[in-house]
Structure formats: C-alpha cells, structure tokens
C-alpha cells in the first residue's frame, strides 16, 4: 500500500472498531461484518467493478438471464448520457428517477409531489460525474467506472407509493437474509425476513420496523433469481 491507501486502511479499521465496538481481526476475519471489511480492502474479483456499476450490472443481468427475461425485470432504462444538459426533458413521462451509475445515494425524484427542476437536475448531475465515490472507504471497485447519468421509470404501486425495496443476502449460493424498506423515499419503514418470508431479528438501519406487509405474489421467484445471479459469489446482495 502506499502512503495514502496505508491511511485510508489506519482510518477503516478506526472507524470500524468505533461503530462495531470491537477490534477487526482482518488476518483471521470470522464475524460477516469483519469479512465485508476484508472484501472491500483485500479481494480484487473482476466482477466487482461490473456489479458495482449500476448501468454495466444490467449487462451482467441479460447475460445470465438472457435478454428476454431481463427486460421483463430490470426497471426500464429512459436515457443514459455522460453529458446532463442532453437529458431530454420535454419527452420524459411525468415520473422518473435521476442517478449516476457509480455512487450511492445520490438520486433524484421526480413526481407530482417533486416536479421536474432542470437546471437543478443538470447541476447536481454535473457535480456527481466530476466526483470520486468509495477512495476513502477503500472501495476500489469505483474507481474502474466510467461515470454516467441514468434516467429510469419511477415504479409505484398502485396506491401510489414507492414499491418496496428488497436486497437480498445471499451466502454461498442462498438467500439467508432479505431487508425489505417500504415507502424508502416516503414514510420509510423496514422488516428483516428469511427466504421463507418469516421476520427475523437483524440489527439494520434506524428505520421503524414494519410486521404486516404482505409477501408479494413472486416472491420465491425473487429469491431464485437472487441466487442466480450471485452463483459465482461467495457472498452477494441482490437488490429487487
């Protein structure tokens, strides 16, 4: 490592020790967030920088699901430019979501409630194409992406929220962990499952935990697929 990198790994293992309270072992990692650690510093799997490259992951997608499959589940891509001021605006639907394809975090919503800001939109997407996302977390899967924008449909439900959020932990080929956050840029809530679809007790984010969600009609597909496509993965969250 050099000198920079030799700080960055000092200030992740600071910070780890201060959040989860003990030491990492990261010669000898046993606990799951030990082993996020190791991953993230340590193993350089080429699939990472593809994975972790929002517009590219839906390439990965199509190549092991296949075209038609996938574009039955990748939510539709609207318009994709490294250039902001070429969004066309005048032809988008009334709902839509603006997000670079190498952060995290970093979005846009637009909707009757958040209508359409173009010189704000141009702006901040400026601003997150010039940034570096994950140098500091030593995240180094970041740095091989190619920076762009993305617009995508704004998939509600029919009541009019946010559809829900699943992220699927997969461990060595099966879902044993699914976090579902409802309403995620509303009146937030989540719950922790199993693959079984019963709740579990899983420290998370401060979110105020839902019980009486229902399971949506294809959830055993969800997790099927989940497992697919984390098959050359030791370990993969697939988010639904």
């Known amino acids: 490592m050099d000198l ?22 990261l010669g000898d990692p046993k606990t799951f967030n030990e082993k996020i650690l190791w991953r993230k510093i ?45 969004i066309p605006f005048d032809s988008l639907p009334d709902e839509y979501v603006v997000k670079p394809n190498h952060g995290s ?9 958040h209508p359409a800001r173009r010189g704000e939109i141009i702006s901040k997407g400026k601003k997150w194409l010039n940034k570096k996302y994950g140098q500091s977390r030593m995240e180094w899967a970041y740095r091989y992406i190619k920076p762009c924008l993305m617009v995508e449909k704004l998939l509600k439900d029919r009541n009019g929220r946010h ?15 699914v976090k579902v956050i409802l309403d995620r840029f509303g009146n937030s809530s989540e719950a922790n499952i199993d693959r ?3 709740l ?15 399971k ?16 050359p993965l030791d370990y993969l969250r697939s988010k639904t």
């Open 196 to 198: 079984g679809f019963n």
């Open 42 to 86: 340590f193993d350089r799997n080429p699939l990472f920088p593809v994975l972790t490259d929002k517009f590219l992951a839906r390439s990965y997608i199509r190549d092991v699901l296949g075209n038609s499959y996938a574009e039955k589940i990748l939510v539709p891509l609207l318009f994709c430019t490294q250039n902001p001021e070429e």
């Open 105 to 113: 975090g970093w979005v846009i919503i637009v909707d009757s409630d």
């Open 200 to 214: 579990i007790n899983v420290c998370s984010d401060k979110r105020p935990v839902c019980c009486d969600f229902e």
């Open 163 to 177: 559809v829900p959020d699943f992220k699927f932990h997969v461990f060595n080929g099966k879902v044993r962990w």
């Open 4 to 25: 920079k990198e030799q700080f960055f790994f000092w200030r992740q293992k600071k910070k780890f020790a201060k959040v989860h309270k003990y030491k990492p072992d």
């Open 216 to 231: 949506p009609p294809g959830f055993e597909e969800m997790v099927l697929l989940s497992e697919k496509l984390a098959a």
